[in-house]
């Protein structure tokens, strides 16, 4: 039942999957780059209400971007809720707004599929319409400010990761972390990628 949990201006290299797993009553996902996956990017399960918004999906050289016999598409609608819900409070179908977009499959409701668990193959594409909503949820108290998806690149990849720190008198010093120079030079160059190892 937790509501407004939103992600922004995010990049998200190299992961497997969950881009996010959702399954809150209601949340925002907006311009966020996620590169290299390798199952399904997002998925949305039970009666969660869901934004996505002016992201964009970059498949890479390494992980694909998906198992493309199972679940191809970057966002998938699961009508089962999570088993982290035992008290099943929140029951399918999930509420979907997209806007903005872009993947390999091209943009907005061309992303989606449909799975019957987290594990499943995808039964149906592009989901079912009841699952779709035409306008957005309520701006929270705090507006999220989208920046286009074909933006994103100029917007976020001089400042993710370990990218700058402040000094005590309050001046930015920029500077990047060896492991995020990597990842940036893999993203810029769709370079072989794999998921990293702690």
């Not at 890479?60 to 099943?88: F, K, M, T």
């Not at 705090?142 to 309050?170: E, K, Q, Y």
């Amino acid at each position: 039942g937790v509501t407004n949990i939103d992600y922004h201006h995010n990049f998200f290299g190299d992961p497997s999957h969950r881009l996010p797993l959702f399954n809150g009553a209601s949340g925002r996902w907006v311009s966020n780059i996620i590169y290299n996956w390798n199952q399904f990017a997002t998925l949305v399960q039970g009666g969660a209400h869901f934004d996505a918004i002016d992201n964009n999906y970059v498949a890479g050289s390494g992980l694909g971007h998906g198992d493309q016999g199972c679940n191809p598409h970057e966002i998938e609608g699961d009508l089962a809720q999570s088993s982290d819900d035992v008290s099943a409070s929140m029951p399918g179908p999930p509420s979907l707004y997209l806007s903005g977009n872009n993947g390999p499959n091209g943009s907005d409701w061309q992303l989606t599929g449909e799975v019957r668990s987290e594990g499943g193959c995808e039964v149906a594409s592009p989901v079912e319409n009841n699952w779709r909503r035409s306008s957005a949820l309520a701006e929270p108290t705090f507006p999220i400010v989208a920046d286009a998806a074909s933006t994103l690149d100029s917007v976020l990849i001089g400042l993710v990761g370990n990218s700058r720190s402040v000094s005590c008198d309050g001046t930015w010093t920029s500077h990047r972390g060896v492991e995020d120079v990597a990842m940036i030079n893999e993203y810029q160059t769709k370079g072989t990628g794999s998921l990293w190892n702690a």
